[in-house]
C-alpha cells in the first residue's frame, strides 16, 4: 500500500482536524478569521499537506515557498521551500507518515530548509539532509538542516 | 528565597551540563567546537542564562540581542532581545523557575520576541506578552508572541 499525501484545502474541515495537532498557533487562528470574514476562498493555495487515514486527518507537514532573495543558507542563493510542522498524531506514529510527506517536500524537486527539534536529527539525517555549519548570527539558537536535489 | 537567575558561562562545564536539555543541537556543537579550537575564550559574552539548584544547572534561557535593522515585528523597528530555548529540567517544574527567567529577560530592559510553541501561549500571556497578528510571508507557520518594556 502507497501512503498518499495530499494537498490540504484551508476550509472549516481542515482546520478543525488541524485542532488535533500540538502545533496549532497563531497561523490556524488567522486562517480561521479570514475564513469567517470571507477573505479567503476555500481551496486557496495552502501550504499545508498531509495523510488522511479513515476520512481522518492523521500527519501533516508545511512547506512555505522562500523567495531566493531570502535565502541565506544555499550558496549560490535559491529559492526553497521552509519546512514545518511535521507532526503526526499520537496512535499513528511507526507507519512511516513522517518519511512519507518529507519524501514528498523532496519529490517537489527544490531545496528544502528545516529546522530540527528534539532528537529528529537522525531521522533527517537518514532522509538526505545535513546540518547547516552553525552561524550565530544568522541561526540564533535553531538547528538548520537543509536538502538539495540531486541536480543542484 | 529568591531564584537567581545568572549568565552561564561557555565552558566545557557548561556545555556538559546542556547535555541534559531536550534543546541541545548546533548551536552547542559548534561552541564545543570552538573551544575545542580555543576560538573562543572562557567567559565569552554567552546568550545563555541559567539556575542553578545544589550546584547543578535546572533551568535555562537564551536571549539574542537583534539589531533593530532586522526588526520586523516592532514599530517604529528598534533592538529587541529573541527569546529562545526556555527549558526547565523535569523534576524541577512548577517552581516558577520559567517564570524566574522570563522576569529576568523582561528586566533587562528591552522589548522581546519569541516563537510560542506547543500550549505555552498561557504562560507568555499571564507574563504580559501578547500575539502579534499572523502574517503568513513573515512567520511561515512560527507564534510570534512580544513584549515590550513599559516606557516603550
Not at 495530499?6 to 502545533?23: G, P, V, W
Not at 498524531?89 to 528534539?118: C, F
Amino acid at each position: 500500500m502507497t501512503t498518499r499525501v495530499q494537498r490540504l484545502s484551508i476550509n472549516y474541515k481542515t482546520l478543525e482536524e488541524f485542532k488535533k495537532f500540538r502545533e496549532n498557533g497563531l497561523e490556524e487562528l488567522s486562517m480561521l478569521e479570514d475564513l469567517q470574514a470571507d477573505l479567503i476562498e476555500d481551496n486557496v493555495d495552502s501550504p499545508f499537506y498531509g495523510i488522511y487515514e479513515e476520512g481522518k486527518l492523521v500527519a501533516r507537514i508545511s512547506l512555505y515557498p522562500t523567495p531566493a532573495k531570502y535565502d541565506r543558507y544555499f550558496e549560490p542563493a535559491t529559492g526553497y521551500l521552509e519546512l514545518m510542522k511535521l507532526e503526526v498524531l499520537p496512535g499513528y506514529k511507526g507507519k512511516g507518515y513522517g518519511q512519507a510527506l518529507v519524501e514528498y517536500a523532496k519529490s517537489l524537486g527544490r531545496p528544502i530548509k528545516t529546522n530540527v527539534r528534539l532528537g529528529a536529527q537522525d531521522f533527517f539525517l537518514r532522509l538526505g539532509f545535513c546540518a547547516v555549519k552553525y552561524n550565530p548570527e544568522r541561526d540564533r539558537g535553531e538547528n538548520p538542516y537543509v536538502w538539495q536535489p540531486p541536480s543542484f
